[in-house]
Structure formats: structure tokens, C-alpha cells
């Protein structure tokens, strides 16, 4: 079975996280998310994080680390979330989409697609945002 493989970047700074507002697509409307997107065909992760975010959000990854992966069989679609703690370049959000810094404690207040309930859980439990 081929799966969708879509990287996920999480943009840690200090207590703060990135969010974008999610692109309306037939099974997301209206929602909050984390930037990112599809890994092409012969792409690793690693460069299709870096390419993804610098397209998405301007931004050129220094420092990173695997967090999560979340497969949906039903979806066939692989979810891989990396913490971001570091970068070069101002942060903005290059296709126009809505974005925010905001409070971990915070995102209980906005509407994100279902796959990022386990991921916004495991994130409150982290030891670095206490």
C-alpha cells in the first residue's frame, strides 16, 4: 500500500508556536495548522522539511529534530511532525495565509484538523514549555 508522505513543522520560539490558517480543501475547512506540505517523488524528509518551510514560510532550518509520525490507514497518508528550534530569516507566511505566535497552553482555543489532537497532547506534556 503507497502512502502520501507529509512533512510537518512545528516553529518553536521560546514559549510560543507558529500556527497557520489551513487551506480550504475538501476535508479541512476553517482550521488551524502547522506549515508544511507533500513529499515529492526521490525527496528525503529532511530536504522536503527544508524546502516546504522555506516555500511556505520563508524560513532556512538550522536546527530541527523528528517528533512524531502518524499514520491513517484509511487516509493512506504518513503525518512526520518535527520540532523546529532554531532558523535563519524573519518568519511570514509567503502564500498569504492567516498566522499567529501563540501560547502551547493557547491551542486548546483554536480548531486544528484531528491528526494534530495527539500531537498538540504530546507537545503539552514536553518538559521544554514548563
Not at 507533500?38 to 538550522?62: A, C, D, F, P, Q
Not at 518568519?91 to 484538523?113: A, C, H, T
Not at 503539552?124 to 514548563?130: A, D
Amino acid at each position: 500500500m503507497k502512502y502520501t508522505n507529509i512533512v510537518i513543522g512545528i516553529i518553536i520560539k521560546k514559549n510560543k508556536i507558529y500556527i497557520t490558517k489551513a487551506r480550504k480543501k475538501k476535508y479541512v475547512l476553517d482550521l488551524w495548522e502547522f506549515p508544511g506540505g507533500k513529499v515529492k517523488e526521490n525527496e528525503n524528509l529532511t530536504y522536503s522539511l527544508k524546502r516546504e518551510l522555506s516555500e511556505e514560510v520563508g524560513l532556512k532550518i538550522l536546527r530541527f529534530r523528528f517528533f512524531r509520525c502518524i499514520k491513517y490507514f484509511y487516509k493512506k497518508i504518513k503525518l512526520y511532525f518535527f520540532l523546529i528550534t532554531r532558523w535563519k530569516g524573519r518568519i511570514y507566511s509567503k502564500e498569504g495565509y492567516l498566522y499567529k505566535w501563540i501560547f502551547l497552553d493557547d491551542l486548546k482555543y483554536f480548531n486544528f484538523p484531528s491528526p494534530n489532537s495527539h500531537i498538540i497532547h504530546d507537545l503539552q506534556k514536553m518538559i521544554f514549555f514548563k
